[in-house]
């Protein structure tokens, strides 16, 4: 099988509509089960797989996903280029709710996650060059095609990936703010390290759900407006997704 674009939707994108001729593939893995079936269907005259990287249902944890068979599903199926979205709180003064946002690094904050495929059995240890995380051809990717469906993306930024469930404290924002840190997420890690051990092209696509804790002008997060937020950010995705896989 033959996948042109694949993607991996986060909190808020358990499904991409315009598939045309849809089919589930429940794929087997050395690492496990994906989080759930790989939807496969032809958009614009290509082929495009999705996963909901948290289960179509929204019940696995961030710490929880099995990153290493979503992404080995994936290439088993024939995808070569993947888009991660991630949903976060941006940080940044121009990375306020319902920006989207194409980050160029990342800083991982998170512990106890699988994080490498080097641990299986005659598994040759890799030491991947991370420099730059993301697939410079892929972010120039996204970002072509979102300038074509003109749709306002942010070019840059770095992605930091903390455990979750819970969201932050003020406290671990104003570190990261310091460490450098524009978005905060919980999902980044390990799936960008992991996608660069397969050979993937992988970039992020980062739909900012709210201002991380103590940042912009709000008192308190509320999941209202997260969802809110979200639905807004998520509905600008298949137009971007239908330039990239055009292109």
């Known amino acids: 099988m033959s996948i042109d674009l694949a993607l ?13 001729e849809v089919s589930e593939q429940v794929v087997e893995t050395p690492w496990g089960k994906p989080s759930d079936a790989i939807v496969c269907g032809n958009l614009g005259g290509r082929r495009l797989a999705f996963i909901a990287r948290h289960g179509r ?18 290439k ?8 991660g ?19 160029d690094q990342i800083i991982d904050y998170t512990h106890g996650r699988i994080t490498s495929f080097c641990d299986g059995v005659d598994t ?14 892929m972010r ?12 306002p993306v942010v070019d840059g930024g770095c992605y930091g990936a903390t455990q979750g469930p819970r969201l932050e404290t003020r406290a671990e924002i104003g570190r990261m703010r310091r460490d450098g840190c524009d978005l905060v997420g919980m999902t980044g890690m390990p799936e960008a390290a992991l996608a660069r051990e397969l050979g993937l092209e992988y970039a992020c696509l980062a739909l900012v759900a709210n201002w991380a804790a103590g940042c912009g002008d709000q008192a308190e997060i509320s999941l209202d407006e ?17 330039s990239l896989i055009a292109s």
């Open 8 to 20: 991996i939707g986060g909190t808020g994108l358990y499904r991409l509509p315009g598939l045309e």
């Open 57 to 74: 249902a929204h019940d696995i944890a961030p710490h929880q996903v099995n990153y290493r068979a979503n992404l080995h599903a994936l």
């Open 76 to 83: 088993q199926l024939g995808a070569m280029r993947i888009v």
């Open 85 to 103: 979205i991630n949903a976060v709180g941006g940080i940044r003064e121009d990375m306020g709710p319902r920006a989207l946002v194409v980050p």
């Open 124 to 137: 040759p240890v890799q030491h991947i060059d991370f420099s730059e995380p993301y697939t410079a051809s």
């Open 140 to 151: 120039r990717g996204l970002l072509d095609a979102a300038l074509q469906a003109s749709v």
């Open 226 to 242: 997260i969802f809110a937020n979200l639905e807004h950010a998520t509905a600008k995705v298949p137009l971007i997704v239908a």
